[in-house]
């Protein structure tokens, strides 16, 4: 695994540039320093992300020279090295100002510039991969391009007639594909063992939906992601797996998230650190919990009590056991647009396969996913050959895909409209296990894919009420605060969102663009409406 890191890493320091630099990528070695382990160890920052975003003003064998070097005088101040060591803005951050003069979709319309980055240039030193064409980064903390963040932001790109700059993105991924050979999680080289939920097919189609030929444009692209998520290594036999790949009970292939990394998160360091040393009093390796936390990263849900192997317990955490049904709703849709793309092409033979890959995961998600008792589509353990027990609103992906059977789609909407729907909007999972992605927090991206997923089978009533509610919120927190969130309480609207391993962020790209979009979306059904009355 260490061998295939490095190369990634080479590979980066000769093929990613935006300019005719070429710049020097962020060692994996920095992160085994006694420096970094020592600046994470101690919260020298508050937020762990900080540090390994900071700039250095040597090259790292330098640095860790000049500290082991000084370490022990007297008068040494480690907070003072870093500050001396290091520069303390590498990246532009926003200021926000509390105006809630404008209306909310009039603040969104004036954010996209705000939040537009790039091109970028190499700097050296730095952990960010440089990226060749504009982008939206999602706010706060996050100052940098990330995955599925992206495809929600496109969307409202899209509804904001800003085609070119959301073209810019999509073409800044198959970039990344095309260099580094998949999306990471972000654009930092310490993102680059995982990946994130592999919305990308989806960016293009939305890109398709007013230029349909433009699709073909991104087949290379697209066949280096399924086969980032294809790859894998002898899985012979069933309910094994290797990287993203499982085979399960009946011989064929879903996939899992997974990160091939075996250490602490560097820009977690001391969250996975702790954690896993509390594990390994309860006789849990550290290496397997560190590599559950980076999956559970891959997911995009980092954190969740969907990734628990028992109630309560984050050490337990066991995301690489676990089949996601939204994962694979989302390979699903992938095989459909490369055989659609193959012919567009007139290349029959490769379209018919992809699209046969297609119906065999269909009958798969239906067969592991869907739980007939409960009547909702859940995650499934491999290991375990049952489905997990905790509803969560991945189990609405199938509908968004148009996978669920008709009664499938009507018991998951009484689910919906039953447990999960709240005053705000719709809760992530039932579980108030105190993590993020767990009650009573909601989420722009999940509001959109349970949203359309309900409009594909016709529950449009439902779906306005969940828009209705969900923007309802944002404008009330925006009218209090003057921004849009991360992510929203949806059960107590006095109460603004918590939980997880930083402060809930401001800016931000995915709410924005769910919000345009579900705009879009319940004027379009008004204008329907007037029509039809």
């Known amino acids: 695994m260490k061998i295939r890191v490095f190369l990634v890493f080479l590979i980066l320091s000769t093929l990613i540039c935006c300019k005719k630099d070429r710049p020097p990528a962020k060692s994996n070695y920095f992160f085994e320093t006694q420096l970094f382990k020592d600046v994470q160890g101690n919260a020298i920052f508050t937020d762990s992300k900080t540090f390994v975003d900071l700039i250095p003003k040597a090259s790292y064998d330098t640095l860790e020279n000049r500290y082991l070097a000084i370490k022990e005088q007297d008068t040494f101040s480690l907070k003072a090295f870093v500050e001396n060591n290091f520069y303390s803005r590498p990246m532009k951050s926003l200021a926000f100002y509390t105006d809630s003069t404008p209306t909310m979709y009039e603040h969104i319309e004036s954010m996209w510039d705000k939040l537009t980055r790039g091109p970028d240039t190499s700097l050296t030193y730095s952990s960010r991969i440089p990226l060749p064409n504009k982008y939206v980064v999602p706010g706060g903390r996050f100052q940098e391009i990330y995955y599925w963040d992206s495809y929600f932001t496109i969307e409202g790109l899209l509804a904001s007639d800003r085609r070119g700059l959301a073209k810019n993105m999509v073409d800044n991924f198959a970039f990344l594909l095309d260099s580094v050979g998949h999306i990471p999680n972000g654009t930092r080289t310490y993102y680059l063992t995982r990946s994130q939920p592999p919305f990308f097919s989806l960016m293009v189609g939305a890109l398709a939906r007013e230029e349909p030929k433009i699709i073909s444009d991104y087949l290379p692209a697209l066949l280096k992601e399924y086969h980032y998520f294809m790859e894998h290594d002898s899985v ?4 094994s797996a290797s990287k993203h790949v499982v085979r399960m009970k009946n011989g064929k292939l879903l996939n899992r998230y997974y990160d091939e990394g075996n250490a602490p998160r560097p820009e977690a360091y001391k969250e996975d650190f702790n954690l896993a040393s509390l594990a390994y009093k309860r006789g849990r390796k550290k290496k397997h919990l560190y590599k559950d936390l980076r999956s559970a990263a891959e997911s995009g849900w980092d954190f969740s009590s969907r990734w628990y192997g028992a109630e309560g317990d984050m050490a337990s955490t066991k995301t690489t ?18 055989s659609k793309v193959y012919s567009l092409k007139g290349e029959e033979a490769q379209a018919q396969h992809y699209n046969a890959l297609a119906n065999s995961r269909k009958q798969m998600i239906s067969r592991y996913f869907w739980d007939e008792h409960i009547g909702y589509f859940m995650d499934y353990n491999f290991k375990q050959e049952r489905q997990r027990e905790e509803l969560t609103l991945a189990g609405a992906f199938p509908l968004y895909f148009g996978l669920a059977t008709d009664e499938q789609a009507k018991t998951v909407k009484q689910t919906l409209m039953t447990k999960f729907l709240k005053a705000g909007g719709l809760v992530t999972t039932l579980n108030k296990s105190g993590q993020q992605w767990d009650a009573p927090n909601g989420w ?18 439902e779906a306005n009420e969940i828009m209705r509610r969900w923007l309802s919120l944002n404008e009330k927190v925006y009218k ?31 709410t924005n663009g769910v919000a345009l979009g579900f705009k879009i979306i319940l004027e379009d059904t008004l204008v329907s409406s007037q029509m039809q009355d």
């Open 236 to 239: 012979d036999e069933n309910n």
């Open 321 to 338: 056991s676990i089949v996601p049904v939204d994962l694979n709703c989302l390979m699903y849709h992938l095989e459909l647009q490369i």
């Open 444 to 461: 722009a991206p999940l509001q959109w894919m349970a949203v359309n997923g309900l409009l594909r089978y016709g529950y449009e009533e």
């Open 480 to 510: 209090d605060t003057g921004k849009m969130m991360e992510k929203y309480n949806v059960e107590d609207l006095s109460l603004h969102s918590g939980g997880g391993e930083y402060e809930t962020q401001d800016g931000f790209g995915w």
